[in-house]
């Protein structure tokens, strides 16, 4: 994997080699990984999770936003007679092998074979909870899908025989058709599948702009920056908003990559968002808050500012929402 990495201009975000957040915030160093490694107080999840696994419909051919929670980041959305999916991942475990490393710990919503024909993946970065090169695979054999991804990661995924791809920089465009423009935003992570990798392709957000006017936002994997307000002075108000609530605890460790629950809300309310829903939870312990957490510590932030459950919504694997 290492030798698929981006070579291309310096900007405000790559000095040539790798990429870095605005505000030079990223994951921490070895020492610190080290001693939450050695110092953490891990909730544990419990039992496997069994999940029935329901079948999405073909098509959408209304304006209304059908989106369906399949697991983690993984969504589809169905639009306009578009079926789009965001960051897809069936593996049962996101790591290098599939004997160790964080597990799966209930069934994705959807089983992979039932997913409806997908026309557009949404990539947001290369991380192995994001990125499941085996089912990306599948997916765009099948479908001849189209791939928009960031900067970089078009090489791996040309390597592995996906070639109908497209990488786009942090504000950058592009018009999948008529009815549909792709916009390639910020986000506050990192990335790389292997050590030798780290940062050296992009990770970002996007939001998607329909010509019925109807705009979606996809947070992909995040920390806090000030770049959401930026998003929402160049969008204006967001329809729907897929927002990462999960992977917060150490906070310590966790906040210069991860969005906490009451963050996920300021970043509702600072994008504007009219409805946002919580992805990046209940799947894989990636971090040490409890299976639970992440819905409660959302509900109280949404009862501390005054807001509704409605206004932020979770959803269970394999249930959808009509926007």
Known sequence: ????????????????????????????????????????????????????????????????????????????IQTMGLNIITDPVFYKRVSPVQWVGPKRFTDPGVNLKDLPKIDLVLQSHNHWDHLDIDSLKYICKRDNSKVITTLGVSLFLNSSGITNTQELDWWQDTEYNPDLKVNCVPAQHFSGRWLSDRNKTLWCGFVLEFSNGRKLYFAGDTGYGDFFKSISEKFGEIDFSLIPIGAYKPEWFMSSVHISPKEAVKVHLEVKSKKSMGIHFGSFALADEGLEEPINDLNNSLSENNMHKEDFITLTEGDNIKI
């Open 1 to 76: 994997m290492s030798k698929h990495h981006y070579k291309g201009p310096i900007s405000d975000h790559f000095n040539g080699k790798v990429f870095y957040n605005y505000n030079g915030q990223g994951s921490k160093t070895f020492p610190e990984l080290m001693k939450w490694l050695s110092s953490r107080k891990k909730v544990p999840w419990g039992k496997y999770r069994k999940q029935e696994s329901k079948k999405p419909v073909g098509r959408n051919e209304n304006n209304d936003f059908l989106v369906t929670f399949v697991n983690h980041s993984t969504v589809l």
